[in-house]
């Protein structure tokens, strides 16, 4: 099972460790810290806390990388900068899965968001990438808020959890191919006038090129810090998936929106309890998996 400081014994440093590199890198690179939160989301609703998403593809794996769901997902570079620090000290000792659950956590901190006590260690790495399954477990932008209840239900996430979650979005940035269904040929008439007005400025094109790095931030305001202005955003109509739009219209999440658009910390309690939960879907332990030498290939091919 997982426990508290699974590498006490095996490597008392490992926490530490994760906390300096995460650390060194938010400085370097800011948005490295948006996308170890990002992470942990791909990483543990897919199926488990396994570190699948990490994996490249090989002639035997396909990266669940390549998935659609998975578009804007970056920094997985510096995923190897934090496990070769951890190398360097306890050689195939923590997995990677440890590395995507730490460092969001750590990064958590960073982007001024809560510090998400009792996370537990000792998950341990998948062999397989789930590719075949990305779907089926990670919501499209404009899917209906029924179908993205029942994903996050079936991880044990409840309404109240999963709309703290969607709370992340209040960093780091959606590509416009996200967004132009929600400005072309008609603007969404849900979206506040003046915000389409800027989105249309960001993505001037209902077609645009896939190759270009064309996005507009998910909170304007403070686009680096997590905080509950995503919730006063979709307050006032400034959601910028449909997905978030769609938690101030549902009568079933709406008293949740308020509740956290008041009251940060309340936000923040929300936000860690159930991160805490998103962490901790059905791992591997004990002899199950591996633990790999590098991030992006299981051990032997
Ligand atoms: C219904 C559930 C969700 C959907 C449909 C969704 C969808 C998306 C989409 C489409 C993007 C923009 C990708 C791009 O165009 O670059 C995005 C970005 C992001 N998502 Fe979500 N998301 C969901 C839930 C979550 C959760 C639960 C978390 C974390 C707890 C999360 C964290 C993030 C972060 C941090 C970004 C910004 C990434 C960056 O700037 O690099 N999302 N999401
Ligand atoms: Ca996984
Ligand atoms: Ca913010």
Redesign the pocket.
Known sequence: DLGLNFYSESCPRAEEIVKEQVTKLYQKHG?TA??W??N??HDCMVKSCDASVLLDTTSRIVSEKKSQRS????NFKYINTIKEALERECPMTVSCADIVALSAREAIVMLGGPYIAGMKTGRRDSRESHISVVDDFI???N?TISL?LSRFQSVGIDVEGTVA??G??S?????C??IVGRLYPNVDPTLDPEYSEYLKRRCPSPQPDPQAVQ?AR?DRETPMVLDNMYYKNLRTQRGL?L?DQQLVSDPNTSPFVEKMASDNAYFHHQFSRA?LLLSENNPLTGDQGEIRKDCRFVNTQ
Do not use: K
Not at 71 to 74: K, S, V
Not at 171 to 175: D, P
């Open positions: 948005n948006v996308s939160v990002r942990l989301f578009f804007g997902m970056r919501p499209n932008h899917d993205v979650l969607l992340a979005h960093v780091g940035r959606v590509h191919l996200n996005y998910n998936l997905v991160l």
